[in-house]
Nanobody, 122 residues
Framework: QVQLVESGGGLVQAGGSLRLSCVVS????????MGWFRQAPGKEREFVAV???????YYRDSVKGRFTVSRDNAKNTLYLQRNSLKPEDTAVYYC????????????????WGQGTQVTVSS
């Protein structure tokens, strides 16, 4: 059974950085299209960074230039490096896996992690 486990969340001041990790177990990272999503209190879940065509990544506008997705296939781990954090980045962050390219449609991702809380103080 495929499981995704996020880590790396916490409390950080505005302008700081955090790197989130998502470890895939029960499966191989390279077999999945991996995305990052987040959900702030009282808001719907939204995409942060999702796979696009030809191995590229599609970032939501509010995080472009600040967030970067990377992966270590040998460790079966996906990362989300987040710099210049803002209070509006406060949310629970999730990684998700799909078996095909599904873009930013959260409902189309099949596997989800439990989420990791990130709080950015002003």
């Amino acid at each position: 059974q495929v499981q995704l486990v996020e880590s790396g969340g916490g409390l950080v001041q505005a302008g700081g950085s955090l790197r989130l990790s998502c470890v895939v177990s029960g499966g191989t990272l390279i077999n999945y299209y991996m995305g990052w999503f987040r959900q702030a209190p009282g808001k719907e879940r939204e995409f942060v960074a999702v796979p696009a065509w030809i191995g590229s990544t599609y970032y939501r506008d509010s995080v472009k230039g600040r967030f970067t997705v990377s992966r270590d296939n040998a460790k079966n781990t996906l990362y989300l490096q987040r710099n210049s954090l803002k209070p509006e980045d406060t949310a629970v962050y999730y990684c998700a896996a799909a078996l095909r390219l599904v873009g930013d449609r959260a409902g189309a991702y099949y596997y989800w992690g439990q989420g990791t809380q990130v709080t950015v103080s002003s």
